[in-house]
């Protein structure tokens, strides 16, 4: 009985101490961006799915410009060749490399959709439409997606920064970790509009 007693205060310390360093505090916000990782990823997944059936929508309505589509079809492959999993939100090079691929998957849609422009019998195409709607709706889910995994960074980085929490995040060997960032030129800078 006299050994418990000591023991038991060690044990009492030990959580004590580890509940004022904010280690449960890290697990809770790591869970947290691993979670909204997973959406961002699923979203982005989401939008690579609709590609195929947009490119052999459009190739099937049109005589069209085919350097678009090989593009498009190109940035696709190089967007989701890229080995992504939740270890990619610890390594700022391979995030680095995840951004950049989905943003170049972007820039060839949006070229896709400016060529479009020339083409009024393909946006007269039913199926095309349709694909068109569920692709602005997965560019607003991305959107959101990115918007909530941002938060859930910015509050880990906190978690991870902060004393005292920062020795929790030291005792799991937790680090900050990176984000999403512009991409557009200047995008720190609001547009000049002039008449």
Not at 27 to 34: A, P
Not at 43 to 53: G, S
Not at 86 to 105: G, R, V, Y
Request: proline letters at 4%.
């Amino acid at each position: 009985m006299k050994h418990s007693i000591p023991v038991f205060l060690a044990t009492a310390a030990v959580a004590v101490l580890l509940s004022a360093c904010g280690y449960n505090e890290v697990v809770n916000r790591d869970e947290d961006v691993k979670a909204t990782w997973s959406e961002v990823q699923n979203q982005y997944q989401r939008r690579a799915d609709l590609i195929p059936n947009l490119v052999s929508t459009v190739t099937g309505a049109t005589d069209y410009e085919r350097q678009t589509l090989t593009d498009v079809v190109e940035a696709r492959a190089r967007a989701t060749g890229i080995n992504v999993d939740a270890s990619t939100i610890d390594n700022p090079e391979k995030f680095k490399q995840f951004e950049q691929a989905q943003n170049q998957l972007g820039g060839a849609l949006s070229r896709l959709l400016v060529v479009v422009e020339k083409y009024p019998d393909l946006k007269g195409n039913e199926a095309f439409r349709d694909l068109m709607a569920q692709l602005e709706g997965t560019e607003n889910r991305i959107s959101v997606a990115r918007n909530r995994y941002i938060e859930a960074v910015a509050e880990y980085n906190k978690v991870v920064l902060r004393f005292p929490s920062s020795i929790g995040a030291g005792m799991r060997g937790m680090k900050t970790r990176p984000t999403f960032e512009a991409t557009a030129p200047n995008a720190d800078q609001a547009p000049k509009v002039k008449f």
